[in-house]
């Protein structure tokens, strides 16, 4: 039989009426009936209508987690993303002004050496984090993706907790993006309110997300290319300036190097304040895990878009990171800004200035804009999706489980939107208060997300086990395997520690109790999360027994031997090409 249709049979019996695509099936007999379709204004009001779904029939007496897995595997979102969406999302997702703006002050505080140590260790973690992501996304490419994993294969209320810690991460990033946005322009304009530009920031935002998931992948792809190509750029540029290629300045090589207190000027310390500042800049690189529920065939592309992480943090990060050691004197005054989206306070643009380049910082400036407008984005992404997952669990109100025909979670949208319009206080002289507070909220969920990434990727692997099943039945596997996630656990866990005694006992700071919860106000946000959710259920097991964890449900090849059959022979075809095509194939 055709494999077309072997897809097909598998997707009628995995699914009941919706084909692998995602659409809905309509037999023969029907299609007579069907009403003829509607066009032009009636076609755009009617995509806004809640999809068809069929009542899932789920036996009452599963346990909860087995009705999270059930529920969020039959989500009607849109699977329009493209190979090159993803692709782009992966390479170019989290390069934001963690790494054009913050990371001035993480140069600053840690020194060159600093610099490279921190951000090297914590891109080991992320690309570890990365792999066990894809390895479990494309096995299970459900609806709400890795929140909804932990209540799968750790606990049910940790899933709660670090689902809402992950929608309160993404809800409160898009007004602190909007008035980012309006700063950047203060570069050019100085004069004009700010609110005035967050209001057209904002309606772009609007814009590009009642388009579905397509205007948010061919937003960011954009975004994204963009991006690449300012660093891409900038890498160049760095290396002839190192080498006295410049206007002015002439030879620079490593003198900034020799300067009195680098390469350490704050110690230990000061290196262990900038692992915080690296898992912030590589915030987001989770996104592309999130979007496999709605990829055509998660199988090809996300495996690709995880191996790309390996490229990002080498080239965009690492190279980088040196080049900026080397051009920008650690003690430079304008390293020290007062606002964290100040372009001028870009260690890239204070290289190109000392340069003596005109015209460039301003270009600069633009993919700064750029930069924070892409992450305003994704925000909305992130939060709507994330939101309709807890819906579908039944952790949040059933109404942001509504999704209409086009595949967008329609309530979770606009309540994203909502909340963005506490951008507005950009006009109040008390912003800096207020978002400060919410930047607090949701500083380090992401230290939580990829921890739990890890651990259910070790649960997981732990389950198999049990089960008398191995990884042959699995289409893709983490290239760094279960050890790899054992050491993006333990990292993530040493940052959070680390956190601890930056938040108690603050760099250059005596302790107080404001400087502790603005560094730690998300710990406190989790524990409440997690055990109201305890005493909500009464469950109080701590963890699902590996014999327990469902490890079939949500997978779109449902006939495991032939799986097993087409990943023996890939192996096998790969396994006969040149080494040099296996290295390839490996991290590309």
């Keep these: 039989m055709p494999e077309k249709e072997l897809d097909y049979i598998r997707s009628k019996d995995a699914a009941g009426s919706t084909d692998k695509d995602g659409g809905v099936y309509i037999d023969a007999f029907d299609k007579q009936d069907a009403a003829p379709p509607k066009k032009g204004f009636a076609k755009f009001v009617d995509g806004f209508r809640r999809a068809d779904a069929e009542e899932l029939g789920i036996d009452p007496n599963l346990s909860e987690a087995e009705k999270i897995a059930i529920m969020t595997a039959n989500s009607p979102l849109s699977r329009s993303l493209k190979n090159r969406h993803l692709q782009m999302i992966a390479i170019g997702g989290s390069i934001g002004t963690g790494l054009f703006v913050g990371l001035g002050l ?31 996304a494309v096995t299970f490419p459900v609806s709400g993706a890795f929140v909804t994993y932990n209540s799968r294969f750790i606990d049910p209320s940790w899933g709660f907790a670090m689902a809402w810690n992950y929608a309160m991460q993404w809800l409160v990033v898009l007004p602190l993006e909007l008035v980012a946005a309006s700063i950047t322009i203060k570069y050019w304009d100085s004069h004009t309110n700010p609110a005035a530009y967050v209001v057209i920031f904002y309606v772009f935002i609007v814009f590009i997300n009642f388009f579905g998931v397509r205007g948010y992948g061919e937003a960011e792809f954009i975004f994204s290319a963009i991006k690449v190509i300012a660093v891409l750029g900038f890498i160049i540029l760095g290396i002839v300036l ?5 206007p002015q300045g002439g030879y620079i090589g490593g003198k900034n ?8 000027p704050n110690g230990a310390k ?12 590589f915030a987001g690189t989770e996104l592309c895990g999130l979007a496999a529920a709605e990829t055509a065939n998660p199988r ?37 800004s007062s606002s964290s989206v100040d372009a001028s306070a870009s260690p890239f643009v204070i290289a190109i200035r ?28 992130g939060s709507s999706r994330t ?71 070790i649960r997981f692997r732990r389950a198999l086990y049990v089960q008398g099943r191995d990884t042959s039945e699995l289409a893709f596997t983490s290239v760094v395997g279960f050890w790899g996630a054992a050491w993006g656990l333990l990292l993530n ?40 959710h305890k005493l909500w259920t009464r469950n109080w097991k701590f963890y699902i027994r590996a014999s327990k964890i469902d490890i079939d449900t949500g997978r779109r090849e449902l006939d495991l031997d032939l799986v097993k059959q087409e990943v023996a022979e890939e192996k096998a075809y790969y396994a006969s090409l040149p080494i040099y095509r296996r290295v390839w194939h490996m991290w590309c």
């Design 106 to 136: 993480a140069l600053s505080t840690g020194g060159p050496a600093g610099l490279i140590i921190a951000y090297g260790l914590i891109g080991t973690m992320i690309f570890c984090t990365v792999m066990s992501l894809g390895e479990l």
């Design 242 to 246: 190192c080498a006295g290629g410049g």
């Design 257 to 264: 190097w020799h300067i009195p207190g680098a390469p350490f």
């Design 270 to 281: 000061g290196v262990m304040t900038v692992f915080v500042n690296a898992a912030f800049a």
């Design 300 to 336: 090809k592309a996300l495996p690709k878009a995880c191996k790309q992480v390996f490229w990002r943090i080498t080239l965009f990060y690492i190279i980088c990171l040196t080049l900026i050691g080397l051009l920008v004197p650690y003690n430079d005054e304008r390293l020290f």
């Design 354 to 381: 000392n340069a003596g380049i005109s015209g460039l910082p301003s270009v600069m400036n633009v993919v700064i804009m750029v930069a924070v407008l892409s992450v305003g984005n994704s925000s909305v992404f």
């Design 387 to 457: 939101l309709a997952a807890l819906a579908a669990s039944n952790q949040a109100p059933k109404i942001f489980g509504y999704i209409d025909k086009q595949g967008r979670p329609l309530v979770g949208i606009i309540f994203q939107l909502l909340i963005g319009l506490l951008c507005f206080l950009a006009a109040s002289p008390k912003e800096g208060d207020v978002f400060n507070w919410l930047l607090a909220l949701s500083g380090l969920s992401s230290i939580f997300t990829w921890g739990s990434i890890n651990l259910c990727l």
């Design 493 to 532: 866990m040493v940052v959070l520690c680390l956190q601890f005694w930056v938040a108690v006992w603050p760099l250059g700071e005596s302790p107080s109790a404001e400087a502790f919860f603005s560094a730690y106000l998300s710990v406190p946000f989790v524990l409440a999360c997690y055990i109201g």
